[in-house]
């Protein structure tokens, strides 16, 4: 049935992206935004994650020609976002802990990096350098001063960033076989 339509898969050659026009702009205008973020708020390359997963999301909510300059999530939801939920990547946020005594702070600080997307109770993704790990609090328990931004190193692992379905790559020369491939 699909060859009767004429219709069927077509491959673009090798070396040539520009054929991917609307897949390219969109990886591209994306790595614009994440690259900004970082470099504006004078962050380390290690928090492309989710750097990523945060224009990501502003992306998803943001009007866009193709839909009458209604966003995807006005699209699928039938309601605009709340703006209000848009925060500034990389900026100090204060977060209510725990279990504290009555003599403890009741509120400790750290870097927001985003929000978890498949919450859909408004829960934050902070980054605490004390504790060199990323935690989950709801909105309503973050007060956020999006005029700091700490400059402060990110784990070296990005598997909290929740990208554990990604292959790490093995670092070094691939070991030849016995017999002579790789």
């Given at each position: 049935?699909?060859?009767?339509?004429?219709?069927?898969?077509?491959?673009?050659?090798?070396?040539?992206?520009?054929?991917?026009?609307?897949?390219e702009r969109?990886?591209?205008?994306?790595?614009?935004?994440?690259?900004?973020?970082?470099?504006?708020?004078?962050?380390?390359?290690?928090?492309?994650?989710?750097?990523?997963?945060?224009?990501?999301?502003?992306?998803?909510?943001?009007?866009?020609?193709?839909?009458?300059?209604?966003?995807?999530?006005?699209m699928i939801?039938?309601?605009?976002?709340?703006?209000?939920e848009f925060?500034?990547?990389?900026?100090?946020?204060?977060?209510?802990?725990?279990?504290?005594?009555?003599?403890?702070?009741?509120?400790?600080?750290?870097?927001?990096?985003?929000?978890?997307?498949?919450?859909?109770?408004?829960?934050?993704?902070?980054?605490?350098?004390?504790?060199?790990?990323?935690?989950?609090?709801?909105?309503?328990?973050?007060?956020?001063?999006?005029?700091?931004?700490?400059?402060?190193?990110?784990?070296?692992?990005?598997?909290?960033?929740?990208?554990?379905?990604?292959?790490?790559?093995?670092?070094?020369?691939?070991?030849?076989?016995?017999?002579?491939?790789?």
């Open positions: 049935a699909v060859k009767a339509k004429h219709a069927g898969m077509e491959y673009a050659p090798p070396k040539r992206h520009e054929y991917n026009g609307v897949a969109a990886i591209r205008t994306l790595s614009e935004k994440t690259t900004t973020m970082l470099v504006l708020d004078e962050m380390s390359p290690r928090y492309w994650p989710w750097a990523v997963s945060h224009a990501t999301s502003q992306m998803r909510r943001s009007g866009h020609k193709a839909f009458d300059y209604k966003s995807p999530y006005e939801h039938g309601e605009k976002p709340n703006a209000h925060k500034t990547f990389g900026c100090l946020v204060y977060f209510r802990k725990d279990d504290t005594s009555n003599l403890e702070p009741r509120y400790d600080n750290g870097i927001y990096i985003g929000n978890e997307e498949e919450s859909t109770f408004g829960t934050a993704l902070i980054y605490v350098p004390e504790r060199r790990s990323v935690i989950r609090r709801h909105i309503i328990d973050c007060k956020f001063d999006e005029s700091n931004f700490p400059k402060v190193d990110p784990p070296r692992d990005t598997a909290t960033a929740n990208l554990s379905h990604v292959k790490k790559r093995k670092k070094g020369k691939a070991k030849k076989s016995r017999r002579g491939g790789i």
